[in-house]
């Protein structure tokens, strides 16, 4: 099956930018995901991306995908205390009969 | 126009019990996934659903757990004869799952303890 990996941690001081990075193995699929957990609550989405673009903006996010490698990134800009959260990427197969979600990346914004 | 329901929130069970967790999609959506999330984890595709029909249960457990999301009321997730290692957070989520629009939006969850 498809295998998605991302870092488990990441630490900014508020204002910095905050780069989280998802590696995945199934080519096929059309759609990327970004999804953000906060502690006790269900996954919020983010944002998306097709797999034809190499970049997406959409205010403080950009994701960025480099398909050849199958590497995506999501940055999010100007960072905040209400960011600090658990970011998943998320990768469909080709039907969108199942979804593959990476581990989660903590990320901790210091004041 | 309400989010993607479950309930009950929070659900302990004894080993032995039957569990039974509730999903109701968004207005409009008919597909439901069921997620299971341990503590410290991501989430594990378990059942992919429509209307009547189990598309792809590849992620269930063979045995104790059963998925159905009948015509009308909400996707139901059972699990027979809980033990401790199904304590974890059981998540679903819907989608209109139209060519254009396969996002998925998700329920706050249910955390089920067995005990």
């Known amino acids: 099956g498809e295998d998605v990996e991302q870092s488990l941690f990441l630490s900014v001081r508020e204002g910095d930018s905050s780069v989280i990075n998802c590696t995945y193995t199934?080519?096929?699929?059309?759609?990327l995901y970004w999804y953000k957990q906060e502690p006790g609550a269900g996954l919020q989405l983010l944002t998306y991306i097709f797999s034809n673009m190499d970049m997406k903006q959409d205010q403080r996010l950009t994701v960025l995908l480099n398909k050849k490698d199958k590497h995506l990134s999501l940055r999010i800009a100007d960072t905040q205390t209400g960011d600090s959260a658990i970011y998943f990427c998320?990768?469909?197969?080709?039907?969108?009969?199942?979804?593959?979600f990476g581990s989660g990346t903590k990320l901790n914004v210091k004041p | 126009n309400a989010g993607v329901m479950q309930n009950p929130r929070h659900l302990v069970r004894r080993r032995g019990q039957e569990a039974r967790l509730r999903c109701s999609p968004m207005?409009?959506?008919?597909?439901v996934y069921w997620y299971r999330q341990l503590p410290e984890e991501g989430l594990k595709f378990m059942v992919y659903l429509q209307k009547e029909n189990i598309i792809d249960e590849s992620g269930m457990p063979k045995e104790r757990f059963s998925a159905e999301f009948p015509k009308e009321g909400p996707s139901i997730l059972r699990i027979q004869q809980v033990v401790r290692g199904d304590s974890a957070a059981y998540f679903c989520?819907?989608?209109?799952?139209?060519?254009?629009?396969?996002?998925?939006?998700f329920g706050p969850g249910t955390r089920l303890t067995v005990t």
């Open positions: 199934d080519s096929s699929s059309t759609y």
């Open positions: 207005k409009g959506h008919s597909h």
């Open positions: 998320a990768v469909p197969i080709y039907n969108f009969n199942k979804f593959y």
């Open positions: 989520a819907s989608s209109p799952g139209t060519a254009s629009s396969y996002e998925q939006y």
